[in-house]
C-alpha cells in the first residue's frame, strides 16, 4: 500500500508499473489533469481578490448563467488536455458539443469534465470543484461518449475547500490527495478510501419535495429523520458527494415535476461520482437501475442521482423502485 505522504506523481508511476502493458499513455492523462487543477484552484483562491467574479452576460448550454471562473476554468482544462495529446476528444458542460484536439488525434482516450461544478457557490465562497471521466477511444467518433459509466478507465474530482484534493479511481479502489500549497503538490492523505456501509447523514434539497415525481421518496427521507438522521445540503455536488464518500449516508438529487430527468448530468457529474462511489464500496442508482449501467444518449443528458452507502441505498430502493 502507497504510504501517506507519497506525491501524487509517484503514486501514478507505481499504478503504472502494476501493469507491465501500460504504455504511460494514462499517467500522463492524468499529470494533465493534476496541472490543469492546481492552476485552476490557484485562479479560484485569488477569486476573491481579482475582478473575475460576477457573471460574463453568457449562458451555457444548460441555459445558467456563466460565471468568468467557469469559463476560465473550462479554457485551462482544454489547454493541458489538449496538449497532453492522450485525448482524442474532449465534451465539458461548458460546451455544446466536444471538439477534437488537433495534438490528441492519436490519443488512446476520451474525457468528459464540468470544469467547475457548484459556480453558483463561487461567489459565495462554498467548495466548488472539477469532476472528469475518461474513457477509451473505441470508433474515434462522437459515439465513444455514449459508453456505459462502467466501462471508464478513470473518474475523479478535485474539491476547492477548506483544502484542495483530488479524489480519483482507475478501477483498483479510491485514493485522495491534498494539496500541498506551499509547494504545489498534491500528497496521498487518503489510502484507499471507503464509504462506510451505513451513515447518519441524508443530502437532498427538500425545498423540492412537492415536486419529486418518486413517489414513497417523502416516506423514506421521512423514515430516516424517525431514526435520527441529520441533514446536510451545500449544493454543491463535489461537496455533498465528498462528504457522503468519507461520512456515508445518502446524497441524492431526484427527478421532479421541474426537472423531469433530474437535474445533474450523466456524463461529467453522476457516472464519475456513482464510479468513485461504487470503488469505494457503496452504491449509485437513477432510482431505476445502476448509473454505470446507463447507455448515454446524448453528451448533456440529464438522470436522477441516488448514491452513497448500500445500507441507505438499499433502503431507499424498497421505498421508490
Ligand atoms: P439545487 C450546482 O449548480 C449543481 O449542478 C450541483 O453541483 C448541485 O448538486 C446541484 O446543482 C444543486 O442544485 O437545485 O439544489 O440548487
Given at each position: 500500500m502507497a504510504e501517506i505522504g507519497m506525491d501524487l506523481n509517484r503514486f501514478?508511476?507505481?499504478?503504472?508499473?502494476?501493469h507491465p502493458q501500460a504504455t504511460g499513455s494514462l499517467s500522463i492523462a492524468l499529470t494533465a489533469i493534476e496541472t490543469a487543477t492546481k492552476i485552476i484552484a490557484s485562479h479560484v483562491r485569488q477569486a476573491g481578490l481579482v475582478d473575475i467574479l460576477g457573471k460574463t452576460g453568457k449562458v451555457n448550454v444548460q441555459g445558467?448563467?456563466?460565471?468568468k471562473l467557469d469559463e476560465l476554468?473550462?479554457?485551462?482544462?482544454i489547454e493541458h488536455l489538449s496538449d497532453s495529446g492522450e485525448f482524442f476528444a474532449l465534451s465539458s458542460e461548458e460546451m455544446e458539443e466536444p471538439i477534437f484536439p488537433e495534438k490528441g488525434k492519436n490519443g488512446k482516450y476520451i474525457i468528459s469534465f464540468d470544469p467547475?461544478?457548484?459556480?453558483?457557490?463561487?461567489?459565495?465562497?462554498?467548495?466548488?470543484?472539477?469532476?472528469?471521466?475518461?474513457?477509451?477511444?473505441?470508433?474515434?467518433?462522437?459515439?465513444?461518449?455514449?459508453?456505459e459509466g462502467y466501462k471508464?478507465?478513470?473518474?475523479?474530482?478535485?474539491?476547492?475547500?477548506?483544502?484542495t484534493m483530488l479524489v480519483y479511481s482507475t478501477g483498483n479502489g479510491v485514493n485522495g490527495f491534498t494539496l500541498d500549497p506551499s509547494v504545489g503538490t498534491f500528497l496521498l492523505s487518503h489510502p484507499n478510501m471507503k464509504i462506510p456501509e451505513k451513515g447518519k447523514i441524508y443530502s437532498i434539497n427538500e425545498a423540492n419535495a412537492k415536486k419529486w415525481i418518486d413517489k414513497g421518496l417523502v416516506d423514506f427521507i421521512e423514515s430516516l429523520k424517525e431514526k435520527g438522521y441529520t441533514t446536510r445540503y451545500i449544493g454543491?455536488?463535489?461537496?455533498?458527494?465528498?462528504?457522503?464518500?468519507?461520512?456515508?449516508?445518502?446524497?441524492?438529487?431526484?427527478?421532479?415535476?421541474?426537472?423531469p430527468n433530474g437535474k445533474l448530468r450523466l456524463l461529467y457529474e453522476a457516472s464519475p461520482m456513482a464510479f468513485l462511489i461504487n470503488q469505494a464500496g457503496g452504491m449509485a442508482t437513477t432510482g431505476k437501475e445502476d448509473i454505470l449501467k446507463v447507455k448515454p444518449e446524448n453528451i448533456h443528458q440529464r438522470v436522477p442521482v441516488f448514491l452513497g452507502s448500500k445500507t441507505e441505498i438499499q433502503e431507499l430502493l424498497t421505498y421508490i423502485s
Open positions: 501514478i508511476l507505481e499504478e503504472e508499473r502494476k445558467e448563467e456563466v460565471q476554468a473550462n479554457e485551462i482544462m467547475l461544478d457548484g459556480s453558483s457557490n463561487i461567489d459565495v465562497n462554498v467548495s466548488i470543484g472539477t469532476i472528469f471521466s475518461i474513457h477509451k477511444k473505441v470508433k474515434a467518433t462522437v459515439e465513444d461518449f455514449f459508453q471508464q478507465v478513470a473518474a475523479g474530482y478535485v474539491i476547492y475547500g477548506s483544502s454543491s455536488m463535489v461537496a455533498d458527494v465528498h462528504r457522503t464518500l468519507i461520512k456515508g449516508g445518502i446524497f441524492a438529487y431526484p427527478a421532479d415535476k421541474k426537472n
